[in-house]
């Protein structure tokens, strides 16, 4: 079958390799239906270490199952699913408690974990299948498809960030980042009841989306001045909740800037750094900071009904769509700025 392999940082190959297969009777095999590059892609695309094997890439995706291991019994042959970016087994106490990106077998696609494929290809074995995939009520071709495809990861990821940043009815909202998972960020922080949304970036295209999605105010600026921006469009004193969809320190350390005291961060960007910055303004503004890999499977079934009702369309961010052999021209348009995310369909 082919796939997608990541041999070095700019280094992106569409490979014949061997076909997935079940290997453990709690497996599913999944035909990749609808796929996407992810932004979290561009950090190994940036600075992945050479490799000779090169690391399978791309962990979101809906499929058709094509087969189950003898221990799977709540998905069947030939249902369409969605597959969250992190597999798991639904029953441990911490997916219990809706937090499966922490399950005792939790394990995450397309990140060079050894005997774990990525979705970025024509097929993709789904440990721990029962807890990990969600049965969808619509066809492989439904018009809804693009958003569908973003509760595997930005979408549920966007709605986590604003989950831990306590977003609620009357409150002012920042967004860090103006990326797929920051739009979806405005998304569901309107979806929550948000008074205020002040989405921070600096892409026209993004801009007028998280507009249409519900932001309210737009800061353009970076660093010191844009905190000064925030803080004057929430009174003085910065947002109730920030959102932040980077990863990088200093959108931390602005996300932090701009959060008022008692306030909340919630942080989904994959940090590329070892520490935190601006540790001592979170002190004494009683900031909290929470957040982490987004357990997107437990909020499909959140979700799911405005996806299907229409309230919310996600599939927005997905401005772009490749087949397998365009994904490599995909990474460059996503990180050339050319496309906010592509959707792949092998
Ligand atoms: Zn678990």
């Known amino acids: 079958m082919k796939a ?30 609808r796929a996407c590059i992810c932004g979290s892609d561009l950090h190994p695309y940036h600075q992945l270490e050479r490799s000779e094997t090169g690391t399978r890439m791309g962990h979101e995706a809906i499929g058709v199952v094509e087969d189950v291991g ?14 969250p970016f992190a597999y798991s087994d639904g029953t441990c106490e911490f997916c219990q408690k809706g937090l499966n990106t922490a399950c005792v077998h939790v394990g995450f696609f397309g990140s060079g974990m050894e005997g774990v494929g990525g979705a970025q290809a024509e097929a993709v074995r789904v440990p721990q299948a ?24 930005v979408m549920g990821t966007g709605h986590h960030a604003a989950v831990v940043a306590g977003v609620g009815p009357g409150k002012s909202v920042a967004v860090v980042g103006d990326g797929a998972v920051g739009l979806c960020g405005v998304i569901a922080a309107k979806r929550l009841g948000a008074e205020q949304i002040i989405i921070m970036g600096r892409h026209d295209d993004r801009i007028a989306l998280a507009k249409e999605f519900g932001a309210t105010d737009v800061v353009s600026e970076r660093g010191e001045e844009a905190v000064e921006r925030v803080r004057g469009l929430t009174g003085g004193f910065g947002a109730h909740s920030v959102l932040e969809c980077v990863g990088y320190a ?25 520490t935190i910055p601006a540790s001592l303004p979170a002190f004494f503004g009683n900031v909290t900071v929470g957040g982490g ?8 079934e959140e ?29 460059r348009a996503m990180d050339d700025r050319e496309a906010i995310k592509v959707m792949v369909r092998p």
């Open 130 to 153: 029962d807890g990990t995939l969600f049965k969808l009520p619509v066809g492989e071709d439904d018009a809804l498809m693009p958003s569908l495809l973003t509760l595997s990861d």
């Open 250 to 274: 200093q959108a931390m350390e602005t996300a932090i800037g701009i959060a008022r005291p008692g306030g909340a961060v919630g942080r989904v960007g994959v940090p590329q750094d070892e």
């Open 4 to 33: 997608t392999v990541m041999f070095g940082a700019g280094d992106v190959r569409i490979e014949d390799v061997s076909d997935a297969m079940i290997v453990e009777p709690t497996d599913a095999l999944i035909r990749v239906t």
């Open 303 to 331: 979700l799911l009904p405005d996806v299907l009702e229409g309230r919310i369309e996600p599939g927005r961010v997905l401005d772009r769509t490749v087949g397998l052999d365009g994904v490599p021209d995909g990474y």
């Open 293 to 300: 890999p987004a357990p997107v499977r437990a909020y499909i």
């Open 70 to 83: 003898s221990k799977v019994t709540k998905i069947k042959k030939d249902d369409l699913v969605v597959m």
